[in-house]
């Protein structure tokens, strides 16, 4: 079985909820799209179907979609070789064209997007496809980059929009629910169809009848997060309040496995932690059979195993620190991304010496690194490095960092020399007079004399 919320996504502009404003005007710009139309933000708050909008706009246009979001390294390199190329290519697929959406735009700031929001803008100006930008909040863009998009603005939807949808999925699931109950689920989304699906999924999975006591914990609160359910765990929580923070929060229970087990370090007798690991364990294994069986109830069993058994091994010692992310998410994500970026380089390498990335990985990557070390500024030059890649072959970021700047200032400098030189030739006697410093005359009258 899988996520209600992406079961039952609309397939097309005429099934989603709401937002009718906003979705006519997709359709009017996809339908009159050319090379010189600017790309749309789609912004609003999560769950009221940016992105579901995005990918149905796509479906009714017959277009190929080309995404990345937030879970990517967006470096410079990366949305040059990811989405830079399939701007400027055909479709594979036969597709008339290629939507390309760039999500969560209003989170480029972070380290590992360097460069990426001066990708988008270069992206942008250079794309032959259409693009979509997506964002919760459209005060977090760069400016450079909004002047380019047109917005489109997604509002929260109306409980009374919600409560149909949430009805039709319980009659294709064969639930009996109640108008009240529906509603009631819908109020506290606070206009989130996505929540309201999850709440619904939440209470409903594996029960035939649906009343007002099976929604009461399953409601929506922002303040509930994965960091309030491990600082729980560890401080002593009730059983109850743990499950209740269980299904409040959107992490799935193999993802809350991966936070427990990152944070275990925080009990300090080891038997007691000896004694953590074996719940965890268990719950591992009902997780797997959720995942081979397809049959999502048996969650409810892990869930209560790795909060309530880790919880009793803890004895509400508390916490010893900052409550850590997953060491195994860090360590693919810094694989993926070092993996981008020297395939990256390679593609340069191999386009300028017409040389087979193979035999350049095999057999040349050390002598062109000394080379890259020993001249840093021609190899940025002509092979167009941007700071990832030219700390690939000198293993120094704040070297590399320090010869990009130094590149770009000689740049800005060649740059407003014509200007000077084009002023002075237009004005020759005015500009030599600027520059002849004022004749020194003995008893020279000034402002200030009188005073």
């Known amino acids: 079985m899988m996520d209600w919320a992406e079961k039952y996504r609309p397939q097309h502009l005429q099934d989603i909820v709401g937002n009718t404003t906003a979705v006519r005007e997709m359709a009017q710009w996809a339908r009159a799209w ?26 009714d246009m017959q277009w190929e979609v080309v995404e990345m979001n937030a879970s990517e390294q967006r470096t410079k390199a990366i949305i040059e070789k990811i989405a830079g190329s399939s701007s400027t290519t055909a479709s594979l697929t036969g597709a008339s064209r290629k939507l390309i959406i760039l999500d969560e735009a209003d989170n480029l700031h972070g380290s590992a997007d360097r460069g990426g929001a001066r990708a988008i803008i270069d992206l942008i100006r250079h794309s032959r496809q259409p693009i979509l930008l997506i964002a919760n909040d459209i005060y977090g863009i760069p ?95 009730q059983d109850a309040d ?52 397809q049959y999502y109830t048996l969650w409810r069993y892990a869930t209560a195993l790795m909060l309530i058994g880790t919880a009793s091994a803890a004895r509400g010692g508390g916490l010893r620190g900052r409550i850590a992310p997953p060491s195994r998410w860090q360590s693919m994500a810094k694989g993926r991304r070092q993996k981008m970026i020297r395939t990256s380089v390679l593609n340069k390498l191999s386009s300028r010496m017409h040389i087979p990335q193979t035999t350049l990985r095999e057999d040349f990557l050390t002598p062109i690194s000394l080379m890259v070390e020993g001249n840093p500024e021609y190899f940025v030059e002509h092979l167009d490095l941007d700071q990832d890649e030219l700390n690939f072959f000198l293993h120094d970021k704040e070297r590399a960092k320090s010869i990009l700047k130094d590149i770009a200032k000689k740049k800005q400098d060649a740059e407003k020399k014509p200007a000077r030189e084009k002023k002075i030739e237009e004005d020759p006697v005015n500009e030599e007079e600027k520059q002849k410093p004022a004749p020194a005359r003995e008893n020279q009258a000034t402002l200030f004399d009188g005073f």
């Open 143 to 237: 400016k450079e980059l909004k002047k380019l998009c047109e917005p489109v603005q997604f509002r929260s939807l109306q409980a009374r929009s919600i409560v149909p949808r949430l009805r039709h999925i319980c009659a294709a699931e064969h639930i009996q629910c109640d108008d009240a109950v529906l509603t009631s689920i819908a109020e506290a989304s606070s206009g989130d169809m996505r929540a309201a699906i999850n709440m619904l999924c939440a209470a409903g999975i594996g029960s035939p009848v649906l009343a007002d006591r099976d929604v009461a914990t399953s409601q929506k609160d922002e303040r509930s997060t994965i960091f309030d359910l491990i600082s729980g765990i560890f401080k002593g929580k």
């Open 34 to 59: 050319t090379k010189d139309a600017k790309p749309l933000i789609l912004y609003g708050k999560p769950g009221i179907g940016k992105t579901t909008a995005a990918y149905a706009l796509a479906n």
């Open 242 to 293: 743990l499950m209740k923070l269980s299904r409040e929060v959107s992490d799935t229970p193999d993802t809350v496995e991966q936070w427990i087990g990152a944070n275990l370090g925080h009990i300090e007798d080891l038997d007691a932690r000896a004694d953590a690991y074996r719940w965890l364990a268990r719950a591992d294994e009902f997780v797997g059979l959720t995942y081979r069986r």
